[in-house]
């Protein structure tokens, strides 16, 4: 593509506040990162939280760098070199990565997936039952992101638009016909999925968490509804839809300021368009039935009270998206455990569940509390610089369904790990829990003290890091998988 191309674009859009021209040139590549650059790229300054891309602008034009996109213009500039001024860089990034891979959401449907918890379960859900059908699918989200069985790994739930744009692209060129995405509010908040074209929208709940990013929780939910007002309203695509979890107090308030077509699915009520008949939990399956004229029964070896929602949610999406019922049954009845979610170790009644919030930490535990006969055993941390508000919310939740709950690290990253237990222990110590509880900061001996602790009939759930294979410290980032770390307790046991 051609700077006087994109320029024309920019300025049609009326992204420019002011622009500086020298040479037109052919664009190689689109970089936010200085050292990337190569010759007749366009370097995109972004001010970040710990760097400011506007200070890499004089290595971005040494190392070839034709057009620079910021928000501050220096006085002095570099003769040869394009300038535009704007005045949301991010945002820009977005349009331009959406124009230089040439609009690839528009030739895949796009199914989005917001909420606090449930997105990467509900994602893996629709997949399976979309691949039932045939489909090629592409999926973006916590685990990574998938082009039909190839998972590769990411940074963030939802990358950076440049990077998303890139990935699109590769989907599109490989006849990707469905992209599946979950969709974090920095993403919203920061522009990430800003100009995607989507299909479907849904909504799975809202509870604490990411108040280290939000102010609090009305412009955490704000940051969500923009999935559904100005990314969806936005959309070029045709018959645009939202499913909304009404069950949620946010959620029902959303449905309610909605006008765009919308559809709700509840566990709990029958006035919804997509609802529970009845259902059935047990400790290694779950059949439920689903309202359809042709009575929809399901069973599946995805476990849980909360994983009602996760399957309601991926059912509802696809009779939305028009697939039949015996594709959806026979995904179900064969799905494999949800990376990290719910995931059981070796056959054994120990889970590993990614629940990093308070709402979240209190349905695992509450599911495994149901279909326990003996004692539940927790082990817990809270991630270091983060939202530290949550942190004796997520103690209290899990010492409100367990026989006794181990408190530990999980990725302390820059903080100090003893101190972010005294944040976990505190209402403990307050409420005299002290025969409830015990803190062992090294995460490796946490958990193997919990399986040494499971007698006849007992359960442990690991919470907070699921699928993740590595644990932050300090700046550091070490291999660690809390799976491997039960099977060498286990080996030691046997």
């Known amino acids: 593509m051609n700077s006087k191309e994109l320029i024309k674009i920019l300025n049609q859009k009326k992204l420019i506040k002011k622009i500086v021209l020298a040479n037109d040139f052919d664009i190689s590549s689109i970089e936010i990162d200085s050292r990337k650059i190569v010759e007749n790229s366009i370097y995109i ?72 918890n449930g997105k990467t379960s509900t994602t893996y859900i629709l997949e399976s039952i979309l691949q039932e059908m045939g489909i090629k699918t592409g999926v973006i989200g916590t685990i990574g992101y998938k082009i039909g069985d190839k998972l590769m790994n990411l940074n963030n739930t939802t990358p950076d638009s440049l990077e998303l744009m890139q990935i699109l692209n590769t989907m599109n060129q490989e006849n990707v016909k469905v992209v599946i995405m979950e969709v974090s509010s920095h993403a919203l908040s920061l522009y990430r999925v800003y100009g995607l074209n989507f299909n479907i929208v849904a909504f799975t709940n809202l509870t604490q968490d990411h108040l280290d990013f939000h102010k609090d929780m009305n412009d955490y939910y704000y940051a969500k509804k923009l999935l559904f007002t100005e990314y969806l309203d936005s959309s070029n695509k045709k018959n645009k839809k939202a499913l909304i979890n009404i069950d949620d107090k946010y959620g029902e308030t959303l449905f309610n300021e909605l006008n765009c077509e919308k559809y709700s699915m509840s566990v709990n009520s029958k006035n919804a368009d997509f609802f529970l008949n009845n259902y059935n939990l047990q400790i290694d399956k779950t059949e439920l039935e689903v309202n359809d004229k042709d009575k929809l029964n399901i069973k599946t070896s995805l476990i849980g009270e909360y994983n009602l929602y996760n ?57 495994l509390k149901s279909l326990t006969k003996g004692k539940l055993i927790t082990v817990l941390g809270a991630g270091g610089d983060r939202d530290k508000t949550k942190r004796p919310l997520m103690a209290l939740a899990g010492i409100k369904n367990s026989d006794f709950v181990i408190l530990t690290s999980d990725n302390p990253r820059t903080e100090d790990p003893e101190m972010i237990l005294d944040d976990l222990e505190l209402p403990l110590k307050k409420e005299n829990k002290g025969r409830y509880y015990a803190r062992i900061v090294n995460r490796a001996n946490a958990i193997k003290r919990a399986v040494e602790m499971l007698e006849v009939d007992d359960v442990l759930v690991i919470c907070g890091k699921g699928h993740e294979n590595y644990q932050i410290i300090g700046k550091e980032k070490a291999h660690f998988s809390d799976y491997e770390e039960v099977l060498n307790t286990l080996q030691l046991i046997y």
Do not use: W
């Open 45 to 116: 300054a972004i001010k970040g939280y710990s760097t400011d891309g506007h200070n890499f602008i004089e290595s971005a034009i040494k190392k070839g760098a034709k057009l620079i996109v910021c928000e501050n213009l220096e006085d002095t500039l570099v003769d040869g070199v394009n300038y535009i001024q704007v005045e949301n860089s991010r945002k820009v990034e977005a349009i331009i990565a959406n124009i230089f891979y040439e609009n690839p959401t528009q030739n895949m449907d796009v199914i989005a997936i917001t909420g606090t």
């Open 311 to 367: 399957i309601l949610m991926a059912i509802s999406i696809a009779k939305l998206y028009k697939v039949d019922n015996k594709n959806i049954q026979n995904a179900l009845l064969t799905i494999k455990q949800v990376p990290g979610r719910l995931e059981q170790v070796a056959n054994k009644a120990i889970f590993i569940d990614y629940a990093h919030t308070p709402d979240a930490v209190e349905k695992v535990t509450k599911t």
